[in-house]
């Protein structure tokens, strides 16, 4: 069983940068791959990026540049720094996890086994 705790959230202005943190339980933490999603105000959780157990990374397309996935696999954790934040970005984020496995799609929330409880970003104009 993997246990996941984000932490970081708040409330910020446009333009600023937050950077969030998601720490795992488990000694194979290092063998899962991990994402970041978020669900904005009456939208549906949307995938924002990921980074696989080998370190490759995925971004969304409107994160690409100003969000940057990483993982410390000796401190169980995964970060997501967030820079040129905006209203858009507002939204509930969540940490995911992915058991070793075949086909695993980075965006698809279906693949992950493991979520978070979510940390709040605000970012107001």
């Known amino acids: 069983q993997v246990q996941l705790v984000e932490s970081g959230g708040g409330l910020v202005q446009a333009g600023d940068s937050l950077r969030l943190s998601c720490a795992a339980s488990g000694r194979t933490f290092g063998t899962f791959h991990m994402g970041w999603f978020r669900q904005a105000p009456g939208k549906e959780r949307a995938f924002v990026a990921a980074i696989s157990s080998g370190l490759s990374t995925y971004y969304e397309a409107s994160v690409k540049g100003r969000f940057t996935i990483s993982r410390d696999i000796a401190k169980n954790t995964v970060s997501l720094q967030m820079n040129s934040l905006q209203p858009d970005d507002t939204a509930v984020y969540y940490c995911?996890?992915?058991?070793?496995?075949?086909?695993?799609?980075?965006?698809?929330?279906?693949?992950?086994?493991?979520w978070g409880q979510g940390t709040r970003v605000t970012v107001s104009s």
């Open positions: 995911a996890a992915d058991r070793p496995s075949t086909g695993w799609v980075p965006s698809f929330s279906s693949y992950y086994d493991y």
